[in-house]
């Protein structure tokens, strides 16, 4: 079972990524999934999530700026990111969880907000 990420790069402040994850292995369909992000030296922290059934919740921080879609057809779940801040520079991480304890994580994705 993989995840495999894509999308990230070098942006400047105010411009906009799309990541995508495609998942492979098993079918996502029924699993919840979502982006995480780790700076250097931090936490991971979730930044938004979606759930089987598309309900989505985000990070407080990506809330306006961020939305995050799944097409569940196709294993894959994305996160458009706009109007990027020099603090959204991080490894975004993508993950799928199933209850109760299965859980799969992706590679990460370098994200760089520079001018």
């Known amino acids: 079972v993989q995840l495999v990420e894509s999308g990230g790069g070098l942006v400047q402040p105010g411009g906009s990524l799309r990541l995508s994850c495609a998942g492979s292995?098993?079918?996502?369909?029924?699993?919840?999934m979502g982006w995480y992000r780790q700076g250097p030296g931090e936490q991971r922290d979730l930044v938004a999530v979606i759930t089987a059934g598309g309900s989505t919740t985000y990070a407080d921080s990506a809330k306006g700026r961020f939305t995050i879609s799944r097409d569940s057809a196709k294993d894959t779940v994305d996160l458009q990111m706009n109007n990027l801040r020099l603090e959204d520079t991080a490894v975004y991480l993508c993950?799928?969880?199933?209850?109760?304890?299965?859980?799969?994580w992706g590679q990460g994705t370098q994200v760089t907000v520079s001018s």
């Open positions: 292995g098993t079918s996502f369909r029924a699993y919840n």
């Open positions: 993950n799928a969880w199933l209850f109760p304890r299965t859980q799969y």
